[in-house]
């Protein structure tokens, strides 16, 4: 499977899912309170979750003891990084992919509430 298919399905559920928070809730609410949302709607899509999880950081062989904790991990394969601010940078688009570099997943959403309408970034590493 090419890289730009992989979760393709899934992560196109999850994007659902926030712009159903974002229509509902529209900005200026905290991070915690778009999260919220989100994983009663993926709840009611049945799409599995896990809320807040530590991850592993690799550096070569050596485990990092500081764990990165991601927001929500979609069906264990899916990193998805929560946002409320007034635009998405290249400086968030590099820490995802830090991220997913350092704990070796694949496929991480970035998800902005924050804005007019929502913004999302489907990145593959």
Known sequence: MADEFLYKELTYQVIGAAMEVHRELGP????????????????????????????????????IPKKYRADLLIDGTIVVDNKAICELTSADDAQLLNYLKATNMR???????GTRSLQYRRLVL
């Open 28 to 63: 200026g609410f905290l991070e915690y309170v778009y999260e919220e949302a989100l994983c009663y709607e993926l709840r009611k899509r049945e799409i599995a979750y896990e809320r807040q999880v530590d991850l592993d950081i690799f550096y070569k062989d050596y485990c």
């Open 107 to 113: 496929v991480g959403l970035l998800l902005n509430f």
